[in-house]
């Protein structure tokens, strides 16, 4: 996980200290049948939605503080076969495939949205 503070680092820091165990709450605790499609497309939702449920609560925790600060996040999670990744704002995610580069995430950056 990578967080980038704006307006002090507080809000970075509450990501970093907060999500991991929020994700061992909310992740599945079992890896699925890799074999069975379904059964994995029914993992897969489930740890996208566990990721999600983590940035809002996270979020919700932060706003409660009245602290300014904010940051961007980008995050993976490996889980078996299946590696999701996610991301707030403009932290984006690049993937290495040896001879190429792909960028693997898009930003949430209203700037990139209004030239789009």
Do not use: F
């Amino acid at each position: 996980m990578v967080c980038d503070g704006h307006q002090g680092a507080g809000a970075a820091n509450h990501c970093v200290e907060h999500m991991p165990g929020l994700l061992g709450q909310l992740l599945p605790q079992h890896l699925p049948d890799w074999n069975d499609p379904s059964v994995v497309s029914e993992y897969a939702e489930k740890v996208r939605r566990a990721i999600s449920t983590a940035a809002v609560l996270l979020d919700n925790d932060w706003a409660r503080t009245n602290d300014m600060s904010g940051t961007t996040m980008t995050l993976a999670v490996m889980s078996g076969w299946l590696l999701t990744v996610a991301n707030t704002g403009d932290s984006n995610a690049v993937i290495d495939c040896g001879d190429s580069v792909h960028e693997i995430t898009c930003s949430h950056r209203i700037q990139v949205r209004l030239l789009s």
